[in-house]
């Protein structure tokens, strides 16, 4: 190297300069190498796009100290036009979902949700965001101090004209060290935070109380107050059994008090809503608010019996229509038999062979109303022919069907102590124990039947108290016992009947033959909720039973109850030792199974929905189903593109089904509602459908449709579990 002194001055400084120049680059690159293998310092994650919408996670530190909780974001921009949902989306839509499994030292993320907007399109009122949010988190580290990372896969349901199921990866890494706040993440989350609704102490919004104001459907008043006047204040409800409109406001002389009327759009009568709790957001402009209140027992509107009266006419009528069902047929048949024997006898002992059946009805039609009141109040599923979910009740109801058909085949008498001949309903007997068992039956047979209005009376009978419960089923007993009465009323109409002969042979193996038919009906019924096998062993069971009843004159009595013990045993295990379900058979119609969430998922994308609650102990849904349901035309327009048939088996007992049913007053089956962009809150069909009726429905549900909506790409049809849809 040439020493600086033998060079000139300008030598000496370019040499200088040139050294100085080259430790500067070599430091540089020094700063550059360490900053490429050290861990990337950022309160920022990378951006995850879709077409619709981009997200990421932004954090308030930019390193993990000995916190436990780090203040963190999940920041989204939507496209011009499109949005996403809240966290209770309203009439449609669902909210976004993040699975955190893939994160490291994290135990758990706490969401909070911003206020919404509320969007009203095409008679749907939904809740959530458009352009930008910031879903403010909570992210608990398992270790303090040390590096962690936060990945999720966001599932957000994207709408415009369309909706678009969107699935985004995204993460943040946050090294360890001394924390630091960075101003720009902790101002964007700071200020969706202050959307978050307080309990009113920093916003000065108070939700005062919450009423019910009685009628067809109803509405919810909510009275609110502000420490400042209010503006344009917005009420949002939030409650599992109901849905609300947009609220209709009124306000105090001041300002600084309103009171909020809500119409329930959907949900049980609003006398059960009472003592009900609710949560309450209140929003006026920046200001957000929420509490849970309880609902008080005080109506608006006048009292909450005051309209149970014209529904005791509607089951008068029901109960009226039960005796034309065919789940009645047997007993009917049978007291037709009894009239025609009795044909000369005095006119005081057929009056009280008539009363006693009507008193039968009406005794077990008030114990069965009584053990619904107590199932309801222990909290237990109560409904209209939920007894015939149970296995051994379809094996005790074949038994009495047998036992029946044989004593009009043979003729048989039972000479037993407790009288069980009679006990079972004798037909040829002179005592009055049998008239009230076959009234008794009557009932029993009459309850998997949801004849016209018996559906309506029943589902405002459940949704009430134990007095109208009572009341009402009453009124349904009255109602069925009604031609018993009549003749009760009037005996010298059995003088009409024909007089006794060998047709009456005839007559009685015909109507062994159809008690017998409706026996094979339950154990059909029994083979769906066991399996074939049980019911196969059940039907061999009870034609041991039969033949020993018939047969008794011969085998003697010890010989006969030994059989009818073995039988009756052999009949009652089955169903527990070879219960297997056995899988429903293929229709024409594709079926998706029955999902309540998926509704409104559904009605987002555009779709229509056809829901079918049924059971095959049901005659009258079995009736729905050949003569409507699975006809050609109603079956085409299931099928048609943009339709959804989602049918919800009943014939278990299943709690997802119930609860759906009381959301519409409904106890009972078959229940049929049509859901889409132009009925949001689904068209009630009534118990016996017709063609017209069903098609109707359709297309009055799908009226508010766009053309665009059915244009979703095959791949995007997924709901918002990233699951293929089983029914398009």
């Not at 959907?266 to 209140?282: A, H, I, R, W």
């Not at 009453?474 to 069925?480: D, N, R, T």
């Not at 026996?519 to 034609?543: G, H, I, M, R």
């Amino acid at each position: 190297m040439t020493p600086v002194r033998d060079m000139g001055m300008e030598g000496a400084m370019s040499y200088r300069m040139t050294e100085v120049g080259i430790r500067y680059a070599v430091a540089l690159l020094a700063v550059m190498a360490a900053w490429l293998v050290s861990p990337a310092v950022a309160a920022t994650g990378e951006w995850s796009s879709h077409e619709t919408l981009k997200a990421r996670l932004v954090s308030s530190l930019d390193t993990v100290d000995d916190r436990e909780i780090i203040p963190m974001g999940l920041h989204l921009m939507l496209a011009n036009g499109w949005k996403t949902y809240w966290r209770s989306p309203g009439d449609a839509g669902a909210p976004p979902r993040v699975d955190w499994s893939a994160s490291e030292n994290v135990t758990g993320v706490e969401w909070h949700w911003p206020a919404p907007h509320r969007f009203t399109l095409f008679g749907l009122e939904t809740f959530g965001y458009d352009h930008e949010v910031v879903f403010p988190l909570d992210v608990r580290v398992e270790r303090p101090g040390e590096p962690m990372a936060l990945r999720g896969r966001a599932d957000v349901l994207v709408c415009s004209t369309i909706c678009i199921p969107v699935s985004l990866e995204i993460a943040l890494n946050l090294p360890a060290g001394p924390a630091a706040v960075d101003a720009e993440s902790a101002n964007l989350v700071a200020h969706f935070e202050a959307r978050v609704p307080d309990d009113g102490a920093r916003s000065g919004l108070r939700i005062k109380a919450a009423s019910i104001e009685m009628g067809k459907p109803g509405a919810l008043r909510v009275r609110i107050a502000s420490s400042k006047s209010l503006v344009e204040p917005d009420v949002l409800v939030e409650g599992s059994d109901w849905t609300f409109g947009k609220p209709e406001l009124s306000f105090a002389p001041d300002g600084y008090e309103a009171t909020a009327r809500l119409p329930i759009a959907s949900g049980p009568d609003t006398v059960n809503m009472s003592g009900k709790e609710f949560l309450v957001t209140v929003i006026d402009g920046p200001r957000v608010a929420e509490a849970r209140v309880k609902v008080s027992a005080s109506a608006v509107g006048g009292s909450p019996l005051g309209d149970v009266a014209p529904v005791l006419l509607v089951a008068l009528l029901g109960g009226l229509v039960l005796n034309l069902m065919p789940c009645v047929l047997p007993v009917l048949s049978l007291k037709l038999l009894s009239v025609i024997d009795r044909r000369d006898a005095e006119r005081r002992r057929v009056r009280l062979g008539f009363l006693a059946t009507a008193a039968g009805v009406l005794t077990s039609m008030l114990l069965l109303a009584g053990a619904l009141v107590v199932l309801k109040l222990a909290g237990s599923t109560v409904g209209w022919g939920v007894q015939f979910q149970q296995p051994l009740f379809l094996v005790a109801m074949a038994a009495v069907l047998v036992a029946f058909s044989a004593s009009l085949a043979g003729g048989f008498d039972i000479p037993l102590p407790s009288r069980l001949a009679t006990v079972l309903g004798r037909t040829g007997g002179t005592g009055h124990a049998g008239d009230f068992a076959a009234g008794v039956f009557a009932t029993l047979l009459a309850t998997p039947c949801s004849a016209p209005f018996v559906g309506t009376a029943v589902g405002f009978a459940l949704a009430r108290g134990p007095v109208e419960i009572l009341t009402i089923f009453a009124a349904l007993g009255v109602g069925l016992a009604s031609p018993y009465l009549l003749v009760a009323a009037f005996p010298r109409m059995v003088s009409l009947m024909p007089r006794p002969g060998r047709w009456m042979v005839t007559l009685r193996g015909m109507l062994a033959v159809a008690l017998l038919g409706t026996a094979a009906w339950l154990l059909t019924v029994l083979a769906v909720q066991a399996s074939w096998p049980a019911a196969f062993v059940v039907a061999a069971a009870l034609s041991v039973l039969g033949t020993a009843l018939v047969l008794q004159g011969r085998l003697g009595v010890p010989a006969m109850l030994g059989l009818m013990a073995v039988s009756l045993s052999a009949a009652m295990v089955s169903p527990a030792m070879l219960g297997k379900p056995s899988e429903t058979t293929g229709t024409a119609t594709a079926w998706a199974p029955f999902d309540q969430a998926e509704i409104g998922l559904l009605i987002a994308q555009g779709k229509t929905v056809f829901v079918d609650v049924t059971a095959d102990w049901c005659i009258t849904c079995q009736a729905n189903k050949s003569l409507v349901i699975d006809r050609s035309e109603v079956a085409d327009a299931l099928t048609a593109p943009g339709v959804v048939p989602m049918r919800a088996d009943w014939t278990r007992p299943d709690p997802r089904i119930s609860d759906y049913l009381a959301r519409y007053n409904r106890y009972g089956i078959p229940f049929n509602a049509v859901y889409g962009p132009g009925a949001p809150s689904g068209i009630v069909l009534p118990e016996l459908l017709s063609t017209e009726s069903v098609l109707e429905a359709i297309e009055r549900a799908r009226g508010a449709t766009t053309p665009n909506s059915q244009d979703i790409k095959d791949d995007r049809e997924v709901s918002a579990s990233g699951e293929e849809p089983q029914a398009r």
